[in-house]
């Protein structure tokens, strides 16, 4: 089966821009999470989806952020306006049950911002 | 507050040698922990899992010990090869109503030497 895939796998962008990061999860997964490694620290929890609905989003540090699951498929993050510290790797997993035995994990998306 | 950390953020071993690394986390709540490991350019991977019922579980090559007493995992990885060489991070999660999150350490970095 093909894995998670994250695009764009890098974005450059200055500060105040929109960006938006997108996350097909392996298909048949219902359960999708964004995560996100800023500054080379530990790997954060962002949300977690059921399909289409938030499950939990108590990761989320602003509202800057705004994640979307329509249709209960792919998903987006969307950064507006983004910041300097919102650099770093954006990574997306899924899970066909809530959550047993581990996620499976995109190559996660890098975005700098300037 | 929920935590996991690391004892060491780096190891370096010879190929053929045994690998131990260590995780400390905080959550006594917590009932099910995770190691992963991550290549560069790539998302975290699944290497094995043990849940809190359990003090050792064995894998090909890899073996995890949870101590809950102390609240300490470890990964012990037998003759370690070159290809081993990645960042390691254990996870863990509490259950509950964040079922889906989990809680990851700061990873440590693994050098394998021919």
């Known amino acids: 089966e093909a894995g998670v895939t994250q695009f764009p796998s890098h974005s450059v962008i200055e500060k105040g821009q929109t960006v938006t990061l997108r996350c097909d999860p392996i298909?048949?997964?219902?359960?999708l999470y964004w995560y996100r490694r800023v500054m080379g620290k530990e790997i954060k929890f962002l949300l977690h989806?059921?399909?289409?609905?938030?499950?939990?989003e108590s990761g989320m540090p602003n509202n800057r952020f705004l994640a979307e699951r329509t249709g209960g498929t792919y998903s987006t993050l969307k950064v507006q306006p983004a910041e300097l510290e919102d650099s770093g790797v954006y990574f997306c997993a899924s899970s066909r049950k809530a959550f047993n035995y581990g996620y499976t994990f995109g190559s996660g998306t890098r975005l700098t911002v300037v | 507050g929920e935590s996991v950390g690391l004892h060491l953020p780096t190891l370096s071993v010879q190929e053929g040698d045994n690998s131990i690394i260590n995780c400390a986390y905080s959550n006594s709540a917590s009932d099910y922990f995770i190691w992963y490991k991550q290549e560069s350019g790539k998302g975290p991977q699944f290497i094995i899992d043990?849940?809190?019922?359990?003090d050792k579980r064995q894998g090909q090559r890899v073996t995890v010990l949870l101590n809950k007493t102390v609240k300490h995992l470890s990964l012990q990885i037998a003759a370690t090869q070159p290809g081993d060489s990645a960042v390691y991070f254990c996870a863990e999660n509490a259950g509950g109503t964040s079922y889906g999150k989990l809680t990851f350490g700061q990873g440590t970095i693994l050098t394998v030497h021919p």
């Open positions: 298909s048949g997964h219902d359960n």
């Open positions: 989806f059921v399909k289409e609905s938030k499950q939990d």
């Open positions: 043990i849940r809190s019922n359990m």
